[in-house]
């Protein structure tokens, strides 16, 4: 299993951006696909982003195509979520999830190791 710790949420106005991070720990980070999930009281846990283990497909939710954007760094085994654009609907906590080798998944079911979240809000 590894280990996911997020970090880079915050308070932020709509319209501004934020930069989340993953870092990750314990097995060989570049083996695992990777996601990042949000969820609020109100919702269950909705996929955001992924991105395959070898780095070579992105994907996204509709609702944040073209403002997010998912990148990983193997060197630093860390993952990041670029948001640009935001808007008060974004308001969530944000989770990063790893998956051994997986190359493509949208459910939370396909993902075995989650972080703790990082609160991010946007205000109007």
């Known amino acids: 299993q590894v280990q996911l710790v997020e970090s880079g949420g915050g308070l932020v106005q709509a319209g501004g951006s934020l930069r989340l991070s993953c870092a990750a720990s314990?097995?060989?980070?570049?083996?695992?696909?990777m996601a990042w999930f949000r969820q609020t009281p109100e919702k269950e846990r909705e996929f955001v982003a992924g991105?395959?283990?070898?780095?070579?497909?992105?994907f996204y939710a509709d609702s944040v195509k073209g403002r997010f954007t998912i990148s990983r760094d193997n060197a630093k085994s860390t993952l990041y979520l670029q948001m640009n654009d935001l808007k008060p609907v974004d308001t969530a906590v944000y989770y990063c999830?790893?998956?051994?080798?997986?190359?493509?998944?949208?459910?939370?079911?396909?993902?075995?190791?989650w972080g703790q979240g990082t609160q991010v809000t946007v205000s109007s």
């Open positions: 991105i395959s283990w070898s780095g070579g497909s992105t």
């Open positions: 999830a790893a998956a051994a080798r997986l190359v493509r998944g949208i459910s939370r079911s396909d993902y075995g190791s």
């Open positions: 314990g097995r060989t980070f570049s083996t695992y696909g």
